[in-house]
């Protein structure tokens, strides 16, 4: 008796690199969002970046693809311009990251973050995030109605006014935080994905 064997041979998914930079005022959130994706936890006070760059690399499966995704970490500050310059031009899409507890800091995304990432970013997708939303619940009561918040409709707004892909609000903490951090880079990837076809 003859036995017909067939071994079938593992799927192998084609691996599609996408890079991702996050940009923002410093303090506005960027290394939590980065450390509560990639390692689903909060950073520790010495692994916050204070130098030009960080960077972190994942092998996910995103939509059935097989993606080595690049994350950098970017500072905030002014003298770093240059070093945030070079990181555009890696990247497929960007995240340009706001506190919603400081209206100043989406004065800073229209006035200051837009038109860099406009310029440097040469047509390439980007995503407004309005971080640290959980403020919004915990902050009123901790400081009374000195602290004023962008609502969602002013971050709608302003995504549309800036030219963004779309416009997604995260806080970190909790199994909420970890849900929306993957559905912040969910939708960074899928930018990708579109761009790079």
Same mark, same amino acid.
């Given at each position: 008796?003859?036995? &017909?064997?067939?071994?079938?041979?593992? +799927?192998?998914?084609?691996? #599609?690199?996408?890079?991702?930079?996050?940009?923002?005022?410093? *303090?506005?959130?960027?290394t939590s969002l980065?450390?509560?994706f990639s390692r689903?936890? !909060?950073?520790?006070? @010495?692994?916050?970046?204070?130098?030009?760059?960080?960077?972190?690399?994942?092998?996910?499966?995103? @939509?059935?693809?097989?993606?080595? =995704?690049? !994350?950098?970490? #970017?500072?905030?500050?002014?003298?770093?311009?240059?070093?945030?310059?070079?990181?555009?031009?890696?990247?497929?899409?960007?995240? !340009?990251?706001?506190?919603?507890?400081?209206?100043?800091?989406?004065?800073?995304?229209?006035?200051?973050?837009?038109?860099?990432?406009?310029?440097?970013?040469?047509?390439?997708?980007?995503?407004?995030? /309005? #971080?640290?939303?959980?403020?919004?619940?915990?902050?009123? +009561?901790? =400081? /009374?109605?000195?602290?004023?918040?962008?609502?969602?409709?002013?971050?709608?707004?302003?995504?549309? $006014?800036?030219?963004?892909? %779309?416009?997604? $609000?995260?806080?970190?903490?909790?199994?909420? *935080?970890?849900?929306? %951090? +993957?559905?912040?880079?969910?939708?960074?990837?899928?930018? /990708? &994905? +579109?761009? @790079?076809?």
């Open positions: 008796m003859e036995f &017909l064997c067939c071994y079938s041979q593992p +799927k192998v998914l084609q691996e #599609t690199p996408i890079s991702v930079a996050v940009v923002g005022d410093s *303090g506005c959130g960027k980065i450390y509560r689903d936890r !909060l950073p520790q006070a @010495s692994e916050m970046v204070s130098a030009n760059l960080d960077t972190d690399r994942l092998d996910i499966v995103h @939509s059935g693809r097989q993606i080595k =995704l690049t !994350l950098y970490d #970017t500072s905030g500050s002014e003298e770093d311009a240059k070093v945030r310059a070079l990181t555009y031009n890696q990247c497929d899409v960007i995240i !340009l990251c706001f506190p919603v507890d400081s209206p100043e800091a989406l004065t800073n995304v229209i006035t200051e973050w837009s038109p860099e990432v406009k310029f440097l970013n040469k047509g390439k997708p980007f995503i407004l995030v /309005g #971080t640290k939303v959980d403020l919004r619940e915990t902050a009123p +009561k901790a =400081l /009374g109605s000195m602290t004023e918040f962008v609502s969602q409709s002013k971050g709608k707004k302003a995504a549309k $006014e800036i030219g963004a892909s %779309t416009y997604l $609000e995260c806080t970190v903490v909790g199994v909420d *935080g970890r849900n929306k %951090t +993957k559905r912040i880079f969910g939708s960074a990837i899928r930018d /990708g &994905l +579109k761009f @790079s076809r």
